[in-house]
């Protein structure tokens, strides 16, 4: 069973719009959260992370929300721009020694139409 | 610095041969592992390393094996390939100090078992 879910395969935003990707988790016992961008043929590469203690994390253009209580988290992205399409994976990680094992969603396929 | 570098890009074996996936980073982390990534599922544990001399198991460790003689290489050997070992496979390092550390990533080993 998925711990981390995106329920969304793929998503389309028009160039200066609102992207928004979510991720979705099932273990209460994780407390550290991390969205990583990955184009073709690349590895992945990290965006922004935050902790559980928590709600919001701003990094430029790319703000991270955490709803503990839904388990939820969402990446938003504002404005979006052509080069921010590639796959949006979100990770999660646990406490103390599971720090570094990395629980990864399946990906969402951002597009941002120019 | 070169960050983390992966050989060879692809790869293709038949079933029942042997291999090594080569990984080595220039960062000095401590950490450093082997996730695989297949369509629809995200990326997943393999195996993982705290320091030269220790690894340990991930979430799906079966038909791989490691080691870390040094800081710098984690080399991940497939025994026996078996075509449900067809995947996208990364290395990632990353700091081992307290608190949460983003990992880096390598491009990745695209290998195809026939």
């Known amino acids: 069973d998925q711990q981390v879910k995106q329920n969304s395969p793929s998503l389309s935003v028009q160039e200066g719009r609102i992207s928004i990707l979510n991720c979705d988790y099932t273990n209460s016992m994780f407390d550290y959260f991390l969205w990583y961008k990955k184009y073709p043929a690349e590895g992945p590469t990290f965006l922004i992370s935050i902790s559980s203690i928590k709600d919001k994390n701003e990094d430029g253009r790319f703000t991270v929300f955490l709803n503990k209580s839904a388990k939820h988290l969402s990446l938003h992205i504002v404005p979006s721009q052509p080069g921010d399409s590639a796959v949006y994976f979100c990770a999660a990680s646990g406490a103390d020694g599971s720090a570094r094992q990395l629980t990864f969603g399946s990906g969402t396929q951002l597009t941002v139409l120019p | 610095n070169a960050g983390v570098t992966q050989t060879p890009k692809f790869q293709v074996l038949k079933t029942g041969q042997s291999m090594t996936l080569q990984c080595a980073q220039d960062m000095n982390h401590e950490y450093m592992s082997w996730y695989r990534q297949d369509p629809g599922m995200g990326l997943r544990l393999i195996h993982y390393?705290?320091?030269?001399?220790?690894?340990d198991q991930g979430e799906v460790p079966n038909g791989y094996n490691v080691s870390r003689s040094t800081t710098e290489d984690f080399p991940l050997r497939l025994l026996s390939a078996a075509p449900s070992q067809t995947s996208v496979y990364f290395c990632a390092s990353s700091y081992l100090r307290t608190g949460h550390n983003e990992q880096f990533f390598g491009p990745g080993t695209r290998l195809t078992v026939l």
């Open positions: 390393s705290v320091g030269a001399g220790i690894t």
